[in-house]
Nanobody
Framework: QVQLVESGGGSVQAGGSLRLSCVAS????????MGWFRQAPGKEREEVAT????????WYADSVKGRFTISRDNNKNTLYLQMNSLKPEDTAIYSC????????????????WGQGTQVTVSS
């Protein structure tokens, strides 16, 4: 059964930090790619960060590069997103996802999604 459950969202002031977690079933966590996406009101879903299971290659959107870090704990089947130096424009619903067909972890190849967790950053 596919299951992805996010937690760790909340409200912070600009400059603050949050760590999102996503617990996955063992089967789902073995997907080629795991990633974090976000969607702000009135905007399209945006790919934030991905990690390729084989070798651990990571990718970040330019808007979060240097501030966010994606990681995974294979013993806990958990994906993390450490978010530092948060900005109001980071406000969105953050969802974790699993899937992938190649090391590029294209957004179109993610087929399994969590429900999302709200992150609100105030100025």
């Amino acid at each position: 059964q596919v299951q992805l459950v996010e937690s760790g969202g909340g409200s912070v002031q600009a400059g603050g930090s949050l760590r999102l977690s996503c617990v996955a079933s063992r089967y789902t966590f073995s997907s080629i790619c795991m990633g974090w996406f976000r969607q702000a009101p009135g905007k399209e879903r945006e790919e934030v960060a991905t990690v390729y299971t084989i070798g651990g290659r990571t990718w970040y959107a330019d808007s979060v590069k240097g501030r966010f870090t994606i990681s995974r704990d294979n013993n806990k089947n958990t994906l993390y997103l450490q978010m530092n130096s948060l900005k109001p424009e980071d406000t969105a619903i953050y969802s974790c996802a699993a899937g992938g067909r190649s090391a590029y972890c294209y957004p179109r190849d993610f087929g399994n999604w969590g429900q999302g967790t709200q992150v609100t950053v105030s100025s």
